[in-house]
């Protein structure tokens, strides 16, 4: 195209260039934030109701509107952005913007599978942090493709002979940590008027995902309460059944932090010797300030079994245990924001807090603190009802230690690893059933299985197995149906709640003598007889 294509950090670069140029835009912008203006809304969307990119202040002062709420500083942003486009155009350069609103209008007509007689799947997850250019894009195909199929297998009545497919879109607007001014009216606008124009006008299927499965009870309340802080009208559906450990919080600073993590990780290594080439879990630590991230990872380089991470890069990943570190960090400077970017802190730290499923450990410094009560005023003290803060960090990181999982799903085995499981299963079953059919000198000798050794018995050897990698492998129905079989009902009703058998976890609930448990269980499943 005779340009020569950017990346983020040399658009970066080239901000700083520009913000240096005055004083008060070094004091009053980053470059940072400057460039995600740039990709998500000053180049990253069109006009509203069009396809026309905006080009005047009236233009972008109208998508900002739109997007939330125009800044008081958009004409500074204007100028910063005006100059640094005119630095591209005099390099002859296109930065990632540029890359995606080129393909946009080059593939607008264009965009097909190269084998027609193909079905075409489109999944587009996460699509809150989508700009609107980035999500239209990858919908060309199916809108081309769709219109292709119908233009080449329309019978001679004008019906369609052909079996179209849909685009499946999913997301999570309480999770929305970019500047996408993604609005779910968008993509369901646009669908439609596909839609109609295929003569599909009642296709479009819209569900809502209520249910938990994600996190324990505990730390699902606590991202509810922050999120909810930020915006009351959030839609953070139904609360999981399985409970866990109380999120836990601590006081402490980068120096000490090192020094703790590095005590913690030279322990825990050398006493687990023989997991270290393979399942050891890391220590994971998520980190919510750039400036401590950068010198944890300065001091910690050298421990292996250490995972730093940026809190805004943990987006999509789960970890069994986390612990995050100047976790609010941001609230000191919430002041300074438009509702917008105050909204997507509050996504932030909901998304952060649900990256842990099963336990989770605060640490803030004193910094924090503070600006953590001065945002939540009086509702601290029911922040504080959510969680079990103490002064020492040391021991709070030890009982955290102690009770993690030291042992990570490989996710790229799981499958076999399930396989695997129900083959042993199976073995268990098969024998049980044998002795079922045996003389009944044979089943007393089968009942004192449990008492003679494990390395004695391959058949118990071979169900423990079963049991331990379905828990690994978080086949949460597998396991619990197991449970029950083995008539360890109590052990069994988490692990079916969890895998969304609440039909098979009642009867459970009601032997345990849990009778009120079961009747709102029951009643859930609308069998009201039951309950």
Known sequence: FGFRWINKEQSIGLLNQVLSQKSRWERSFKAEDIYGLIYSILKGRFMIGT????????????????????????????????????????????????IIRLSYESLKNKARLAELDQRLWIVIDEIQDFTELEWKSILLFWENQTGTAIANSASPSGRVATTLTYPFLSGDVNQNISRSGFRWQEPEGYLQSILRKFHRPNALQKITLHQNYRNTRQIHQLASFVRKFGSDTSDLGLAPDLDGPIPLLNISNDAEM????????????????????????????????????INLRAKLSDCPNIFLLSLRNSKGMEFEDAIIYRAFSSSSSISDHTGAETARLFDLWYMGICRARRSLLLILSAEDRTSLKTLFKDRYTAFLDLIEANDDVSSSLQS???????????????????????????????????????????????LDLEQKSVSDNPIIKARDR?????????DYAS???????????????????????????APCLVFCERYLEAAQVYERINSLLEA
Request: hydrophobic fraction near 35%.
């Open 400 to 446: 955290y230690l102690d009770n993690r999982e030291l042992i990570t799903p490989n996710y790229n085995v799981i499958f076999l690893e399930r396989k695997l499981a129900e083959d042993l299963w199976q073995t268990y079953l098969s024998k049980e059933a044998s002795l079922d059919r045996s003389s009944s000198e044979e089943t007393d000798a089968a």
């Open 51 to 98: 396809e026309s990119l905006p080009s005047t202040r009236e233009d972008y002062e109208r998508v900002f509107r739109d997007y939330g709420r125009t800044p008081g500083d958009l004409d500074q942003i204007l100028e910063i952005f005006s100059q640094y486009q005119g630095r591209l155009e005099r390099n002859k350069m296109r930065d990632e913007a540029d």
């Open 479 to 505: 396991l619990g149906r197991a449970l029950v079989h083995l008539k360890k009902y109590k052990d069994a009703i988490p692990y079916l709640l969890r895998a969304g058998l609440e039909d098979e976890a």
């Open 258 to 293: 090192a020094q703790l993590l590095r005590a913690a990780s030279e322990k825990e290594f050398s006493a687990n010797a023989r997991l270290r080439d393979s399942s050891l879990s890391p220590i994971v630590v998520l980190v919510e300030d750039e400036q401590s991230l």
């Open 466 to 474: 079963a049991l331990n990698l379905w828990k690994r492998c978080l």
